[in-house]
Every structure is written in structure tokens, then in C-alpha cells.
């Protein structure tokens, strides 16, 4: 397919008061909704991220989003009890922004990716579930 389609597709992603920002690396797209507010967000500090971002091959729908994990900032995001993240990296680094991130590592939940259903939406969904599973 083509980066038109995956910055179409991220255009599409905006929740109120956030934007969405890509940023084309080589065969690649890095897609950031700043800031993001996940889901059970009490279960978090801070509730509120100053952004979630992951990476998008450019062959987007045919390719899904990076399914090794997610990042978001601040790199110091943790569990409402206390807890560091677990299965994440601090201060990884996004390629074309820079570090400072956290690395949520992870394997989405559910069907396989299916390129004639599946968006950049159901991807973000995947996301948003890890967050309501707390872990």
C-alpha cells in the first residue's frame, strides 16, 4: 500500500483534545496521538500520557503496526500501586523522535491481523485493551 494511507488512516485516530502526528522513518511510520488518556487510566500514574505512539510498516493494511509493543512518555509511567511497568523498556528510543519513551512489550490479544478488517483503529483498540487489563 502506502504512507498516504497509513497518515490517512492515523488522521482518522484523534481523540478530543489530542493531535496526531506521524513521522515517515525509511519503510516505515511512526504514528503518535499526543497526549493519550488510556482507559482505567486510575490504574496509572499519571493518568494522562504526554503521548502513545508505534511504529507502521508503509506496506499498512497488508503489514499490521509493529506487534512487538507500543511506546508512551513519560518513560516514568507506572502502576497506580507503585510498580514499575512490567514487560516494558525505560528510555527506549523511537526511531525519527528521539528517547525518553517506554516500551510496553507485548503481543496483541485476539484474532490474527487481517488486512481486509483490521485499521489503525482496531490496532489502537489492542492498545487500549492492554491498558484495561493492567499489565
Not at 525509511?26 to 500520557?49: M, R, Y
Amino acid at each position: 500500500m502506502s504512507r498516504k494511507r497509513v497518515w490517512d488512516d492515523a488522521a482518522k485516530l484523534t481523540r478530543p483534545g489530542s493531535v496526531v502526528r506521524c513521522v515517515d522513518v525509511g519503510e516505515t511510520v511512526v504514528v503518535a496521538i499526543e497526549p493519550f488518556t488510556p482507559p482505567a487510566n486510575d490504574a496509572f500514574v499519571p493518568g494522562e500520557l504526554a503521548a502513545l505512539a508505534f511504529v507502521v510498516p508503509v506496506a499498512y493494511p497488508d503489514a499490521q503496526p509493529d506487534p512487538t509493543g507500543f511506546f508512551v512518555r513519560p518513560a516514568t509511567l507506572k502502576l497506580a500501586d507503585g510498580k514499575t511497568k512490567p514487560v516494558s523498556t525505560s528510555d527506549a528510543d523511537l526511531p525519527g523522535i528521539g528517547g525518553g519513551w517506554l516500551k510496553f512489550s507485548w503481543a496483541p490479544k485476539g484474532a490474527q491481523w487481517d488486512p481486509a478488517t483490521d485499521t489503525l483503529d482496531t490496532h489502537v483498540a489492542n492498545i487500549e485493551g492492554r491498558f484495561l487489563r493492567r499489565n
